[in-house]
Protein backbone atom coordinates (compact mmCIF):
# COMPACT_ATOMS: atom_id res chain seq x y z
CA UNK A 1 0.00 0.00 0.00
CA UNK A 2 1.96 3.66 -1.26
CA UNK A 3 2.04 5.62 1.24
CA UNK A 4 0.25 9.19 0.82
CA UNK A 5 2.21 12.47 0.66
CA UNK A 6 -1.21 14.62 -0.23
CA UNK A 7 -2.05 16.84 3.04
CA UNK A 8 -5.61 17.79 3.55
CA UNK A 9 -8.21 18.61 6.43
CA UNK A 10 -9.59 15.38 7.51
CA UNK A 11 -12.86 16.04 8.76
CA UNK A 12 -15.15 13.13 11.49
CA UNK A 13 -18.74 14.03 11.95
CA UNK A 14 -20.23 11.48 14.42
CA UNK A 15 -21.75 11.09 17.73
CA UNK A 16 -19.85 10.33 21.12
CA UNK A 17 -21.21 7.58 23.48
CA UNK A 18 -23.82 8.60 25.34
CA UNK A 19 -25.33 10.30 22.86
CA UNK A 20 -25.27 7.96 20.10
CA UNK A 21 -28.40 5.73 20.29
CA UNK A 22 -26.66 3.10 18.33
CA UNK A 23 -23.00 3.81 16.84
CA UNK A 24 -20.73 5.80 18.85
CA UNK A 25 -18.05 7.10 16.44
CA UNK A 26 -15.79 6.68 19.68
CA UNK A 27 -15.96 3.31 18.89
CA UNK A 28 -15.17 3.40 15.53
CA UNK A 29 -11.61 6.07 15.82
CA UNK A 30 -8.97 3.68 16.63
CA UNK A 31 -9.41 1.44 13.46
CA UNK A 32 -9.31 5.29 11.36
CA UNK A 33 -6.42 6.16 13.50
CA UNK A 34 -4.61 3.05 12.37
CA UNK A 35 -5.90 2.93 8.48
CA UNK A 36 -4.17 6.92 8.71
CA UNK A 37 -1.36 5.28 9.91
CA UNK A 38 -0.55 2.98 7.47
CA UNK A 39 -1.06 5.90 4.79
CA UNK A 40 1.72 7.61 6.94
CA UNK A 41 -0.73 10.55 8.08
CA UNK A 42 -0.43 11.99 11.71
CA UNK A 43 -3.19 12.47 13.71
CA UNK A 44 -2.80 16.16 13.93
CA UNK A 45 -4.27 15.81 10.49
CA UNK A 46 -7.82 14.63 11.91
CA UNK A 47 -10.15 17.21 13.10
CA UNK A 48 -13.33 14.81 14.83
CA UNK A 49 -16.26 16.67 15.18
CA UNK A 50 -18.10 14.95 17.87
CA UNK A 51 -22.04 15.92 18.46
CA UNK A 52 -24.71 18.13 17.04
CA UNK A 53 -23.45 21.24 18.15
CA UNK A 54 -19.85 21.25 16.68
CA UNK A 55 -20.98 19.22 13.32
CA UNK A 56 -23.76 20.56 12.49
CA UNK A 57 -21.95 23.72 12.28
CA UNK A 58 -18.75 25.11 10.14
CA UNK A 59 -17.64 24.89 6.84
CA UNK A 60 -15.49 22.32 5.42
CA UNK A 61 -12.26 23.57 3.35
CA UNK A 62 -12.53 22.64 -0.50
CA UNK A 63 -9.87 20.26 -0.09
CA UNK A 64 -10.74 18.43 2.98
CA UNK A 65 -11.60 14.79 3.13
CA UNK A 66 -14.97 14.35 5.33
CA UNK A 67 -16.00 11.50 6.90
CA UNK A 68 -19.63 11.16 7.42
CA UNK A 69 -20.71 8.79 10.33
CA UNK A 70 -23.41 10.50 11.95
CA UNK A 71 -25.65 8.13 14.36
CA UNK A 72 -29.14 9.12 13.45
CA UNK A 73 -29.56 11.98 10.98
CA UNK A 74 -33.57 11.86 12.33
CA UNK A 75 -32.62 13.25 15.47
CA UNK A 76 -31.27 16.10 13.94
CA UNK A 77 -33.21 19.37 14.18
CA UNK A 78 -35.07 20.05 11.09
CA UNK A 79 -33.18 23.03 10.29
CA UNK A 80 -29.59 21.97 10.80
CA UNK A 81 -30.39 18.57 8.99
CA UNK A 82 -31.24 20.57 5.92
CA UNK A 83 -27.91 23.02 6.29
CA UNK A 84 -25.13 20.26 6.79
CA UNK A 85 -26.97 17.83 4.09
CA UNK A 86 -26.44 20.80 1.68
CA UNK A 87 -23.08 21.36 2.95
CA UNK A 88 -22.26 17.90 2.02
CA UNK A 89 -24.01 17.69 -1.20
CA UNK A 90 -22.11 21.36 -2.31
CA UNK A 91 -18.77 20.14 -1.21
CA UNK A 92 -18.60 16.65 -3.32
CA UNK A 93 -20.11 18.47 -6.22
CA UNK A 94 -17.48 21.18 -5.85
CA UNK A 95 -14.97 18.88 -6.05
CA UNK A 96 -14.35 17.88 -2.14
CA UNK A 97 -14.00 13.97 -1.23
CA UNK A 98 -16.90 12.04 1.12
CA UNK A 99 -16.68 8.69 3.10
CA UNK A 100 -20.02 7.42 4.26
CA UNK A 101 -18.74 5.10 7.43
CA UNK A 102 -21.32 2.49 8.16
CA UNK A 103 -24.74 4.31 9.74
CA UNK A 104 -24.08 7.69 7.97
CA UNK A 105 -26.50 6.58 5.06
CA UNK A 106 -29.20 6.13 7.69
CA UNK A 107 -30.89 9.04 6.48
CA UNK A 108 -34.77 8.29 5.60
CA UNK A 109 -35.66 11.97 6.19
CA UNK A 110 -33.22 13.27 3.60
CA UNK A 111 -33.52 11.98 0.04
CA UNK A 112 -31.09 14.41 -0.57
CA UNK A 113 -28.25 12.43 1.01
CA UNK A 114 -30.03 9.06 -0.52
CA UNK A 115 -29.00 10.39 -4.04
CA UNK A 116 -25.45 10.68 -2.47
CA UNK A 117 -24.93 7.96 -1.12
CA UNK A 118 -26.79 6.08 -3.67
CA UNK A 119 -28.46 3.54 -1.45
CA UNK A 120 -31.08 3.70 0.91
CA UNK A 121 -31.17 1.54 3.79
CA UNK A 122 -33.26 -0.68 4.74
CA UNK A 123 -33.03 -3.13 7.44
CA UNK A 124 -30.82 -5.08 9.07
CA UNK A 125 -30.80 -8.35 10.96
CA UNK A 126 -29.17 -9.36 14.11
CA UNK A 127 -25.39 -8.92 14.12
CA UNK A 128 -23.77 -12.44 12.78
CA UNK A 129 -20.35 -13.58 10.91
CA UNK A 130 -20.03 -12.71 8.21
CA UNK A 131 -17.23 -12.74 5.49
CA UNK A 132 -16.40 -9.53 3.89
CA UNK A 133 -14.61 -9.78 -0.02
CA UNK A 134 -12.89 -7.33 -2.24
CA UNK A 135 -13.63 -7.02 -5.32
CA UNK A 136 -10.32 -7.23 -7.83
CA UNK A 137 -10.25 -5.86 -11.19
CA UNK A 138 -6.69 -5.90 -13.46
CA UNK A 139 -8.68 -2.80 -15.27
CA UNK A 140 -4.82 -1.13 -14.83
CA UNK A 141 -4.46 2.28 -13.41
CA UNK A 142 -4.95 5.78 -14.06
CA UNK A 143 -2.21 8.56 -12.57
CA UNK A 144 -3.57 11.75 -14.16
CA UNK A 145 -6.86 12.13 -11.63
CA UNK A 146 -6.99 15.80 -12.62
CA UNK A 147 -8.15 14.89 -16.21
CA UNK A 148 -10.20 11.94 -15.97
CA UNK A 149 -13.70 11.59 -16.78
CA UNK A 150 -16.37 10.11 -14.98
CA UNK A 151 -16.29 6.62 -16.69
CA UNK A 152 -12.30 7.28 -16.47
CA UNK A 153 -13.23 7.21 -12.73
CA UNK A 154 -14.59 3.76 -12.35
CA UNK A 155 -11.60 2.05 -13.87
CA UNK A 156 -9.40 4.41 -11.47
CA UNK A 157 -11.82 2.64 -8.80
CA UNK A 158 -11.54 -1.26 -9.77
CA UNK A 159 -7.81 -0.76 -8.41
CA UNK A 160 -8.24 1.16 -5.37
CA UNK A 161 -8.07 -2.71 -3.20
CA UNK A 162 -5.53 -4.12 -5.23
CA UNK A 163 -3.71 -6.42 -2.58
CA UNK A 164 -6.36 -6.05 0.03
CA UNK A 165 -7.30 -9.34 1.56
CA UNK A 166 -10.60 -10.45 2.80
CA UNK A 167 -11.76 -10.67 6.00
CA UNK A 168 -14.32 -12.00 8.99
CA UNK A 169 -16.22 -10.13 11.81
CA UNK A 170 -19.07 -9.95 13.50
CA UNK A 171 -21.33 -7.39 11.95
CA UNK A 172 -24.69 -5.74 10.85
CA UNK A 173 -25.68 -7.30 7.64
CA UNK A 174 -26.68 -4.09 6.26
CA UNK A 175 -29.53 -4.81 3.22
CA UNK A 176 -30.38 -1.76 0.91
CA UNK A 177 -32.44 -0.81 -1.83
CA UNK A 178 -30.51 0.89 -4.93
CA UNK A 179 -33.47 1.74 -7.11
CA UNK A 180 -32.48 4.59 -8.34
CA UNK A 181 -29.28 5.61 -7.68
CA UNK A 182 -27.16 3.21 -8.41
CA UNK A 183 -26.24 3.41 -12.17
CA UNK A 184 -23.08 2.76 -14.41
CA UNK A 185 -21.03 5.80 -12.31
CA UNK A 186 -21.23 3.60 -9.02
CA UNK A 187 -18.54 0.48 -8.30
CA UNK A 188 -18.96 -2.26 -5.89
CA UNK A 189 -16.08 -2.21 -4.13
CA UNK A 190 -16.61 -5.12 -1.18
CA UNK A 191 -19.42 -7.44 -0.81
CA UNK A 192 -20.58 -9.54 1.76
CA UNK A 193 -22.38 -13.20 2.12
CA UNK A 194 -25.53 -13.41 3.55
CA UNK A 195 -28.85 -15.77 3.20
CA UNK A 196 -27.15 -17.21 0.03
CA UNK A 197 -26.78 -14.01 -2.01
CA UNK A 198 -23.85 -11.74 -2.08
CA UNK A 199 -24.75 -7.89 -0.77
CA UNK A 200 -22.76 -4.91 -1.82
CA UNK A 201 -21.38 -3.13 1.12
CA UNK A 202 -18.98 -0.89 -0.09
CA UNK A 203 -18.56 1.34 -3.17
CA UNK A 204 -17.37 4.48 -4.99
CA UNK A 205 -18.56 6.90 -7.21
CA UNK A 206 -18.16 9.84 -8.95
CA UNK A 207 -20.39 12.40 -8.01
CA UNK A 208 -20.26 15.93 -10.12
CA UNK A 209 -16.68 17.15 -9.79
CA UNK A 210 -15.55 15.19 -6.56
CA UNK A 211 -15.63 11.52 -5.08
CA UNK A 212 -17.46 9.56 -2.73
CA UNK A 213 -16.68 6.54 -0.94
CA UNK A 214 -19.89 4.26 1.06
CA UNK A 215 -18.09 2.21 3.47
CA UNK A 216 -20.20 -0.29 5.53
CA UNK A 217 -18.59 -2.72 7.62
CA UNK A 218 -17.46 -1.46 11.06
CA UNK A 219 -20.72 -1.91 13.38
CA UNK A 220 -18.20 -0.91 16.88
CA UNK A 221 -14.63 -1.92 17.85
CA UNK A 222 -14.83 -5.62 17.55
CA UNK A 223 -15.83 -5.53 14.13
CA UNK A 224 -12.98 -2.83 13.53
CA UNK A 225 -10.44 -5.07 14.35
CA UNK A 226 -9.39 -7.52 11.53
CA UNK A 227 -6.80 -6.21 9.79
CA UNK A 228 -8.39 -7.03 6.50
CA UNK A 229 -10.71 -3.95 7.63
CA UNK A 230 -7.87 -1.77 8.59
CA UNK A 231 -6.41 -2.63 5.38
CA UNK A 232 -9.72 -2.43 3.02
CA UNK A 233 -10.12 1.29 4.89
CA UNK A 234 -6.86 3.10 4.14
CA UNK A 235 -7.34 1.77 0.63
CA UNK A 236 -10.62 3.75 0.56
CA UNK A 237 -9.14 6.77 2.39
CA UNK A 238 -6.14 6.67 0.23
CA UNK A 239 -7.78 6.57 -2.73
CA UNK A 240 -10.12 9.61 -2.47
CA UNK A 241 -6.62 11.48 -0.40
CA UNK A 242 -5.18 10.92 -3.22
CA UNK A 243 -7.81 12.36 -5.96
CA UNK A 244 -7.90 15.89 -4.07
Known amino acids: MEVCTVELPIIVLGDPEGVARYHPV ?67 AAGGRLLIWHQGLIAKNRPDLLSLGTADFTHHDPQTELRFSPRHTDAGSITDTDSIT ?38 VLVDYEYKEQRWPIVWSRAFGR ?11 AASCEPEGFVDCLAACLGWLIASA
Request: no cysteine.
Open 26 to 92: TAQLPALRRALTKLGIAAENLEVRMGRASYATGEFAPNALVINAIDNWSELEPGAAALLASRLLVHV
Open 150 to 187: VADSITVADNILAGVSGWTAVDEPYEFNFEPWFDSAVT
Open 210 to 220: GRLIYFGPGHN
